[in-house]
């Protein structure tokens, strides 16, 4: 997967997914940091295919209402330190894998994911 990394959540997930062998990068990564606007990140997301990866319910509405992002995934937890946010992504990360393949709108909770159809 492809995927770029929002700015509130850490540069260590967007480092956990490049260990398990995805293509991710982070907003800090971006020209403009973590200033970088909504409208940049969906731009640069959708010119590479990039899934949004994302706690920011924006993303959710540009999704539903404007098709940007083109791929979303939502990081529904509230507030969870990083050390669970990145154990609950490790447990999780077969399945987001495999939800990619009929969605392009996959929300994490605590309890699994919900896998939004097309």
């Not at 990039?50 to 920011?56: C, G, H, N």
């Not at 992504?89 to 994490?108: K, Q, R, T």
Request: contains cysteine; negative net charge; glycine residues 4%.
């Amino acid at each position: 997967m492809r995927l770029l990394v929002d700015a509130q959540l850490p540069a260590r997930l967007a480092a956990l997914l490049r260990e398990r062998g995805h293509d991710a990068t982070h907003t800090s990564e971006m020209p403009d940091g973590n200033r970088s606007t909504d409208r940049q990140i969906c731009d640069v997301a959708d010119a590479a295919d990039r899934i949004v990866v994302t706690k920011d319910a924006d993303f959710r509405d540009g999704h539903l209402l404007h098709a940007s992002p083109r791929r979303l995934l939502v990081v529904a937890t509230g507030n969870i330190s990083n050390h669970a946010l990145l154990e609950l992504v490790v447990a999780n990360l077969p399945a987001i894998e495999h939800a990619y393949a009929n969605s392009d709108h996959v929300e994490l909770r605590h309890d699994g994911l919900v896998v939004h159809s097309r």
